[in-house]
């Protein structure tokens, strides 16, 4: 096995055993890393950092002061901003920009002695559920079955390839409406998503700043729980961060849920679902009775708006975001013509600089908060949003731990098999994920099979607002139980 | 609701994104499309629902009015397309 193969978990043993070293682990990620260009899941290398951070870590592992996270090499995703390494968030109007600060998460993750391998491809501005609206291209699913590329999802698609295909440990990510979730479940990985506020955003790309929240992308769920406690914790910088203490996650990984009471909400049981997910879905209540739990049939009627509600909410919130790209302060300015003026300078920048999905979304948000338009619409999602938060209010009063459900309506599917179909089509992708943001929970992917094709299916839990802890013990009880071991064969 | 090349045109605008008028009857419809999507929330009941304005119920906190931070001009305008003499440079806004 090869030192970039390791959990976070097995890595640091070792590392504190020494029996291997941060800067051979680090030279094995970075090999990996650049036979793997195919997947094109790192856009932004930094071979010289990691070195450095890694003789760093190494010496604070000698000294015997070694956070659990010290000399673990990382990817991390274009969307966080990190001092002096390009920070595009996959779009072209950031070309160029090198941030002169370092995001909260980052920052933690570097005080706990992290390694930073690069930056990781995604969808710009996280706009997207394939990884196909990136300025630097389409990442590649490690996962293959014909000839054809496969999407590894979106908008953390980088991440999850990166993670899949053993370029690095483990991967940041982002999930405004699944985009940690469902990438996860289409390469084989696990994905948490936490509970809005758990993590500081500051630093990190606004998209829909009541949607937005980091998370882990890990190759189990041990090391989603060591992991998110080095990235998650009070910020002032945010003020929507939570003054909470951060529980020792690893440590709640008991692998007990006997008498936990599971939901099975039946409004995620969709028309038109392929059999397969329907099956997945089975085994997974299977499991979770097996393991002692009470299964129990809920109902969260305002399921089928969430969509809905997302695309006004969401688009809403980036076209006030974004609007701060205007080539006045970072990132690209268009060649201006004789005569133009500021507005033609603003007009022509984004034009360029953002793309088609990315328009077409400020556009959305720009008619639904215009007058005449803003009650109707905007006014309208959050009154639905508002219900939809209710519904998981009334179960979890109920007595409910946790909620299981699929994670995604698919496996991956090829690249480009989208591109002619309607945006909303694309938008189903997000379809069990989406409701948990609207609710600001906490929620996992966990791969639990692989379909008659051949590829990863994923299946998701949601657990009470701060109960992280509760949720990675009930996914590690799933994981232990689905067993899945399955690694994309490399053809990279 | 369907929208008309005028109103696309006129979110455009509102947007500050340049659209060719060759590009806007495919934009229209394209946001008509998405809009037909979220005319389902007209079926939701929302009588006597507030509209939801923070996730988690909490009071933002507050912090003394003092200055915490700045006198970073340089890193400020390090990453400016057009930065002259310590200013942003932008091109003529008033006639």
Same mark, same amino acid.
């Given at each position: 096995?090869?030192?970039?193969?390791?959990?976070?978990?097995?890595?640091?043993?070792?590392?504190?055993?020494?029996?291997?070293?941060?800067?051979?682990?680090?030279?094995?990620?970075?090999?990996?890393?650049?036979?793997?260009?195919?997947?094109?899941?790192?856009?932004?290398?930094?071979?010289?950092?990691?070195?450095?951070?890694?003789?760093?870590?190494?010496?604070?592992?000698?000294?015997?002061?070694?956070?659990?996270?010290?000399?673990?090499?990382?990817?991390?995703?274009?969307?966080?901003?990190?001092?002096?390494?390009?920070?595009?968030?996959?779009?072209?109007?950031?070309?160029?920009?090198?941030?002169?600060?370092?995001?909260?998460?980052?920052?933690?993750?570097?005080?706990?002695?992290?390694?930073?391998?690069?930056?990781?491809?995604?969808?710009?501005?996280?706009?997207?559920?394939?990884?196909?609206?990136?300025?630097?291209?389409?990442?590649?699913?490690?996962?293959?079955?014909?000839?054809?590329?496969?999407?590894?999802?979106?908008?953390?698609?980088?991440?999850?390839?990166?993670?899949?295909?053993?370029?690095?440990?483990?991967?940041?990510?982002?999930?405004?409406?699944?985009?940690?979730?469902?990438?996860?479940?289409?390469?084989?990985?696990?994905?948490?998503?936490?509970?809005?506020?758990?993590?500081?955003?500051?630093?990190?790309?606004?998209?829909?700043?009541?949607?937005?929240?980091?998370?882990?992308?890990?190759?189990?769920?041990?090391?989603?729980?060591?992991?998110?406690?080095?990235?998650?914790?009070?910020?002032?910088?945010?003020?929507?961060?939570?003054?909470?203490?951060?529980?020792?996650?690893?440590?709640?990984?008991?692998?007990?849920?006997?008498?936990?009471?599971?939901?099975?909400?039946?409004?995620?049981?969709?028309?038109?679902?392929?059999?397969?997910?329907?099956?997945?879905?089975?085994?997974?209540?299977?499991?979770?009775?097996?393991?002692?739990?009470?299964?129990?049939?809920?109902?969260?009627?305002?399921?089928?708006?969430?969509?809905?509600?997302?695309y006004v909410i969401a688009p809403a919130e980036a076209?006030?975001?974004?609007?701060?790209?205007?080539?006045?302060?970072?990132?690209?300015?268009?060649?201006?013509?004789?005569?133009?003026?500021?507005?033609?300078?603003?007009?022509?920048?984004?034009?360029?600089?953002?793309?088609?999905?990315?328009?077409?979304?400020?556009?959305?948000?720009?008619?639904?908060?215009?007058?005449?338009?803003?009650?109707?619409?905007?006014?309208?999602?959050?009154?639905?949003?508002?219900?939809?938060?209710?519904?998981?209010?009334?179960?979890?009063?109920?007595?409910?731990?946790?909620?299981?459900?699929?994670?995604?309506?698919?496996?991956?599917?090829?690249?480009?098999?989208?591109?002619?179909?309607?945006?909303?089509?694309?938008?189903?992708?997000?379809?069990?994920?989406?409701?948990?943001?609207?609710?600001?929970?906490?929620?996992?992917?966990?791969?639990?099979?692989?379909?008659?094709?051949?590829?990863?299916?994923?299946?998701?839990?949601?657990?009470?607002?701060?109960?992280?802890?509760?949720?990675?013990?009930?996914?590690?009880?799933?994981?232990r139980a689905a067993g899945f071991v399955a690694k994309?064969?490399?053809?990279? | 609701?369907?929208?008309?090349?005028? =109103?696309?045109?006129?979110?455009?605008? %509102? *947007? $500050?994104?340049?659209?060719?008028?060759? /590009?806007?009857?495919?934009?229209?419809?394209?946001?008509?499309?998405?809009?037909?999507?979220?005319?389902?929330?007209?079926?939701?009941?929302?009588?006597?629902?507030?509209?939801? =304005?923070?996730?988690?119920?909490?009071? %933002? *906190? $507050?912090?003394?009015?003092?200055?915490? /931070?700045?006198?970073?001009?340089?890193?400020?305008?390090?990453?400016?397309?057009?930065?002259?003499?310590?200013?942003?440079?932008?091109?003529?806004?008033?006639?």
């Amino acid at each position: 096995m090869n030192a970039n193969e390791l959990t976070i978990a097995a890595a640091r043993d070792a590392l504190r055993a020494g029996d291997l070293t941060a800067v051979d682990l680090t030279m094995a990620c970075l090999t990996a890393i650049d036979a793997g260009d195919g997947l094109n899941a790192f856009v932004h290398k930094t071979p010289e950092l990691a070195l450095e951070q890694a003789r760093a870590a190494d010496a604070r592992i000698a000294a015997g002061d070694a956070p659990a996270m010290c000399g673990i090499p990382l990817g991390i995703k274009d969307l966080f901003c990190t001092r002096g390494v390009s920070s595009q968030a996959g779009s072209n109007i950031l070309k160029g920009f090198k941030p002169e600060y370092e995001s909260t998460v980052t920052a933690r993750l570097f005080g706990a002695g992290a390694v930073m391998l690069g930056k990781l491809n995604m969808d710009e501005f996280a706009m997207g559920s394939s990884n196909e609206t990136s300025c630097y291209g389409n990442a590649v699913n490690p996962w293959k079955i014909d000839d054809r590329n496969l999407t590894p999802g979106g908008s953390s698609g980088g991440s999850a390839a990166a993670v899949a295909a053993d370029l690095c440990l483990a991967a940041t990510g982002t999930d405004t409406g699944g985009s940690i979730r469902q990438p996860a479940a289409f390469t084989g990985i696990v994905g948490i998503k936490p509970t809005y506020g758990r993590v500081s955003r500051w630093g990190i790309v606004a998209f829909a700043s009541s949607l937005d929240q980091a998370g882990p992308m890990t190759k189990s769920v041990r090391d989603a729980s060591i992991f998110l406690g080095a990235m998650a914790g009070h910020d002032p910088k945010d003020s929507t961060s939570a003054d909470l203490a951060v529980p020792d996650f690893e440590a709640a990984l008991t692998g007990d849920i006997r008498g936990k009471k599971i939901g099975i909400p039946r409004e995620y049981r969709m028309d038109g679902m392929p059999d397969e997910i329907e099956a997945l879905w089975a085994d997974g209540i299977a499991m979770m009775k097996d393991a002692g739990a009470e299964i129990v049939d809920i109902s969260l009627p305002h399921t089928r708006y969430a969509l809905p509600a997302y695309y006004v909410i969401a688009p809403a919130e980036a076209s006030s975001n974004l609007a701060r790209y205007d080539g006045v302060r970072y990132g690209h300015r268009a060649t201006l013509a004789p005569g133009d003026g500021i507005t033609e300078m603003y007009e022509k920048t984004r034009a360029e600089g953002f793309g088609p999905e990315v328009q077409r979304r400020i556009m959305i948000g720009t008619y639904v908060l215009s007058a005449g338009f803003y009650d109707a619409y905007y006014n309208r999602a959050r009154r639905v949003r508002a219900l939809i938060k209710r519904d998981f209010e009334t179960v979890f009063a109920e007595g409910i731990d946790a909620i299981l459900t699929p994670a995604t309506p698919s496996s991956a599917f090829g690249l480009g098999e989208m591109a002619n179909a309607d945006p909303v089509e694309m938008y189903l992708n997000d379809v069990f994920t989406v409701t948990v943001n609207l609710a600001g929970l906490p929620g996992i992917a966990v791969p639990v099979g692989l379909d008659a094709k051949g590829l990863p299916m994923g299946l998701q839990l949601i657990g009470r607002p701060w109960d992280e802890a509760g949720l990675l013990n009930h996914a590690y009880v799933l994981e232990r139980a689905a067993g899945f071991v399955a690694k994309p064969a490399k053809w990279w | 609701m369907s929208i008309d090349i005028d =109103t696309a045109r006129k979110v455009a605008k %509102l *947007a $500050r994104i340049r659209v060719e008028e060759a /590009d806007l009857p495919a934009l229209a419809g394209e946001l008509s499309g998405i809009l037909g999507f979220m005319e389902q929330l007209n079926e939701v009941d929302v009588t006597g629902v507030e509209p939801m =304005t923070s996730v988690t119920p909490m009071r %933002l *906190a $507050r912090r003394a009015d003092v200055v915490t /931070d700045g006198g970073y001009q340089m890193q400020v305008l390090a990453n400016a397309p057009d930065a002259r003499e310590g200013f942003f440079a932008v091109p003529k806004v008033v006639e």
